[in-house]
């Protein structure tokens, strides 16, 4: 364990790992080589065998069913974290979803049903869980999401998760200022194309990949280790004075015009 980072004494919850190609999985990863003792879950029994095995690797404490589209199911989460623990110290929300018509089409085509189970998965559970978060960090904490730099910029296929990682910045911003006060800061880590199991489900993801690693500066693409590494340091007592930024992990590709 690195003396210079250490997440040694710290308790963590990771929402969002699908498998070993996930984003959620690398960042679990670096926590627990950091000391770091974590809860998991799964989003319902069809992903637990995937899930659970990957749990018993990082020695996860706690290992729930958490969908957020079922009602009580995150709520539940945060419950048997305070009986178990008492406390927490960091969060990392990694999941989103939007119904395949409505990622497929236009923006302006969208359906407003698609529109608000994209914004309600991928957007506003974070709020809920950083609402639920904020009693249990006692002495502070950090809260992490995942978005992508079709936030900001229009990303050809990228469709409808572009507005809805824009509002899921904005939230950021916005929580980083409300929960401040207690200690509590809040990050979006942003990495370029990265191939997981939910990029899959963008039209044409292959050709986006490619073109990020033309365009980028170091000519290359950063992959999920790179953001478990970011994710590691933005959680730990070393970045105690960052907060409400997009992190960029993408070798580059967002300063190109």
């Given amino acids: 364990m690195s003396e210079f980072l250490s997440l040694h004494g710290k308790r963590g919850l990771v929402v969002g790992v ?7 999985w690398a960042c679990a990863k670096a926590f627990r080589e950091l000391g770091a003792e974590l809860a998991l879950t799964y989003v319902n029994d069809k ?9 018993r690797r ?3 404490s706690l290992f729930e069913p958490c969908d957020v589209r079922e009602e009580g199911q995150l709520e539940a989460v945060f419950r048997r974290i305070e009986q178990e623990w008492g406390g927490l110290d ?6 989103a979803f939007a119904p395949r018509e409505d990622l497929h089409s236009r923006v302006v085509d969208c359906s407003q049903a ?44 990228y469709n409808l998760m572009g507005p809805v990682k824009a509002a899921l910045e904005a939230s950021v911003r ?5 929960l401040g006060p207690q200690g509590i800061r809040v990050h979006a880590l942003s990495p370029g194309p990265l191939r997981t199991r939910a990029a899959s489900g963008i039209s044409r993801f292959d050709e986006l990949l490619e073109r990020a690693r033309e365009r ?18 933005l959680v730990s007592d070393r970045a105690k004075t960052l ?3 997009t992190t960029y992990i993408d070798a580059g590709y967002h300063i190109v015009g």
């Fill in 18 to 24: 699908a498998n070993e190609d996930s984003i959620a």
């Fill in 47 to 55: 992903a637990r065998p995937y899930v659970e095995p990957l749990a």
């Fill in 58 to 60: 990082v020695g996860a």
């Fill in 90 to 95: 960091f969060v990392l929300h990694s999941i």
């Fill in 114 to 157: 698609g529109f608000l189970q994209a914004m309600d998965v991928s957007c506003h559970s974070f709020l809920r869980m950083a609402r639920l978060a904020e009693p249990l960090m006692h002495d502070g904490g950090a809260l992490l999401t995942v978005s992508f730099y079709g936030a900001e910029k229009v990303v050809d296929d």
């Fill in 174 to 178: 916005y929580a980083a200022a409300e």
């Fill in 216 to 233: 980028a500066p170091q000519e290359s693409l950063a992959d999920i280790n790179d953001v478990g590494a970011m994710a590691a340091l």
């Fill in 243 to 245: 907060t409400g930024n």
